[in-house]
């Protein structure tokens, strides 16, 4: 039951945000929007995912990461409903309150597979980012038709059940007597654990293996070469400090790759169907295409996580997910109506693995839950502000080029700036 409610608490990370752009030239007419607002219902909600990131480990502390989870299920319910009502106002109101939501639920995500999965990170990273991007690929896919039936508030509105189904089911799972612990923060007291390849694996897991359990009443004394990191669950509060996080060159490595990513992932995300449009596919087919693109990142960032997770070094499967991202987008702008389903494949590979890459390089760098939380916060505050500039910056670009080379040009070395980064911050240097 656990880990059905965190796969479908992560299906709710991404439909909210990918919903948008298949509709966007019909939200646009409807409310007498330009370019430039247009990008900027994502830009407001990729803005929200890092401004609002560092609150995620202060309610982790507060109320636990399972709680707090349920807290952004809930908002991101209200949020999607807000954006569907009448109005300019509340279109971007809306944006704002959903994007507050996943930018809580994005942080807590890795915190709660080092929680819940210590031995199992690689297989879990890959689980939830997979089934993240499925949700993209869908709401994506559903999205012209529904509008077509139902009209453009309807279908963008219909994130907000998934969401409050999600959080009944989590609710159930994780958040009952008993289950929800406090998350130290980091430096808290330690417990004792050992490490198996890149995961950490309490001392539990050990004695399952096959490890004698101490007499009772003994002293515990950790084996040889074991890690003391803070318990998932409970201890007082207190400890390593955000500035120490801010002072670590890492830490920044870290946020200048998961930025970029979200950049290059959210231009694409808010602009392909109108790039696809302006080139003369129909709508119908330039949301197919968007759809596509999320669909195929499923098996890369399923299978990228479990093989990189057990690598020292992550840097190769950085530069073979940026050599595919670049291979899309250069396809995207010399041949956007020759084989589109070929660059769309290409580039959805490259983007799956660089996104399960960029959060699974958060989760093996930090020793413990609350570390990665920290970590977390800090990468994705950094990252989404960064990632925030990406659709507005196209959008104005168009609207002063008068045509999308400019744009995906300026898309094209962004994502030579993320390889660069990339092979950086896949470096094993611990955080």
């Not at 009952?176 to 390849?197: I, Q």
């Not at 990191?229 to 002072?247: C, F, K, M």
Request: net charge positive; charged share 10%.
């Amino acid at each position: 039951m656990l880990i059905v409610g965190f796969v479908l608490a992560a299906l709710n990370l991404r439909p909210a945000l990918a919903g948008v752009s298949p509709i966007l030239p019909t939200i646009m007419r409807d409310l007498g929007l330009g370019p430039a607002g247009g990008g900027a219902i994502t830009t407001v909600m990729v803005g929200c995912l890092g401004l609002l990131a560092p609150a995620a480990p202060v309610l982790a502390t507060r109320i636990g990461l399972d709680r707090t989870l349920l807290a952004g299920l809930l908002v991101l319910a209200a949020g999607v409903a807000l954006r569907s009502a009448d109005g300019v106002s509340a279109l971007y109101g809306g944006a704002a309150l959903a994007g507050a939501a996943i930018a809580v639920m994005n942080v807590v995500m890795p915190g709660l597979v080092k929680q819940h999965f210590p031995g199992r990170i690689g297989l879990f990273t890959g689980l939830y980012v997979s089934v993240m991007v499925g949700g993209a690929a869908l709401a994506s896919a559903v999205m012209v038709p529904l509008t077509d039936g139902f009209g453009w508030r309807t279908a963008a509105g219909s994130a907000a059940p998934l969401a409050l189904l999600a959080a009944a089911l989590w609710a159930v799972a994780a958040v009952r007597p008993g289950a929800v612990r406090r998350t130290p923060r980091v430096g808290a007291d330690p417990a004792p654990v050992s490490r198996a390849g890149s995961a950490e694996v309490p001392a539990a897991e050990n004695r399952r293996a096959g490890a004698r359990a101490p007499a009772p009443g003994a002293r515990r004394v950790p084996a040889a070469g074991a890690r003391r990191v803070p318990a998932a669950g409970g201890g007082r509060a207190g400890g390593r400090p955000y500035l120490a996080l801010l002072r670590a060159r890492a830490t920044w490595l870290v946020a200048a790759f998961m930025g970029l990513q979200s950049l290059t992932f959210y231009v694409m995300l808010a602009w392909l169907p109108t790039i696809f449009q302006a080139a003369g596919l129909p709508a119908g087919q330039a949301g197919y295409l968007l759809g596509l693109t999320n669909l195929v990142q499923i098996p890369a960032a399923l299978i990228v996580p479990l093989h990189a997770g057990r690598a020292r070094s992550q840097v190769p499967h950085v530069v073979a997910a940026m050599l595919l991202v670049i291979a899309g987008y250069a396809g995207l702008l010399l041949a956007p109506t020759t084989a589109p389903w070929l660059w769309m494949v290409v580039l959805g590979l490259g983007q799956g693995a660089a996104i399960a890459l960029a959060l699974l390089v958060i989760t093996v760098r930090a020793p413990d839950p609350a570390s990665v939380t920290a970590l977390s916060a800090v990468a994705q505050t950094g990252g989404y502000l960064l990632a925030a500039l990406g659709p507005l910056a196209i959008g104005v670009l168009h609207e002063v080029s008068g045509g999308w080379t400019v744009p995906l040009l300026a898309g094209l070395g962004a994502c030579v700036v993320q390889l660069a980064v990339g092979v950086l911050a896949a470096r094993p240097a611990p955080v």
